[in-house]
């Protein structure tokens, strides 16, 4: 597995979870990241990027002000910190990487994980 995403779990309305994506055989300074959710019947969405370079981030409307997207090279883990989470967030996230992406979210990635389960519901 050279890319996997962790920490979903079940969490009622208002609570936390924080999200990893952890990277096996390459490290993740250099590339951008990406945390797309897919709820049941719906399209994927992208919910948050940070940038190869600058480490410039990009929100979701949907999640701007409650969740935060950081790295930790020296885990090789980027994280995805969700708070008053909601009803609405209930999706699958996958977290994907791009090596050396011109933007903060690209368009096209070189690795998936495999996808973490968030269920928020009372």
């Known amino acids: 597995v050279q890319l996997q995403a962790s920490g979903g779990g079940l969490v009622q309305p208002g609570g936390s979870l924080r999200l990893s994506c952890a990277a096996s055989e390459f490290t993740l300074d250099d590339y951008a990241i990406a945390w797309i959710r897919q709820a049941p019947g719906k399209e994927r969405e992208g919910v948050s990027c940070?940038?190869?370079?600058?480490?410039?981030?990009y929100y979701a409307d949907s999640v701007k002000g409650r969740f935060t997207i950081s790295r930790d090279n020296a885990k090789n883990t980027v994280f995805l910190q969700m708070n008053s989470l909601k009803p609405e967030d209930t999706a699958v996230y996958y977290c994907?990487?791009?090596?050396?992406?011109?933007?903060?979210?690209?368009?096209?990635?070189?690795?998936w994980g495999q996808g973490t389960l968030v269920t928020v519901s009372s």
């Open positions: 994907a990487a791009r090596h050396r992406a011109p933007l903060v979210c690209p368009l096209t990635y070189d690795y």
């Open positions: 940070i940038g190869s370079s600058d480490g410039s981030t």
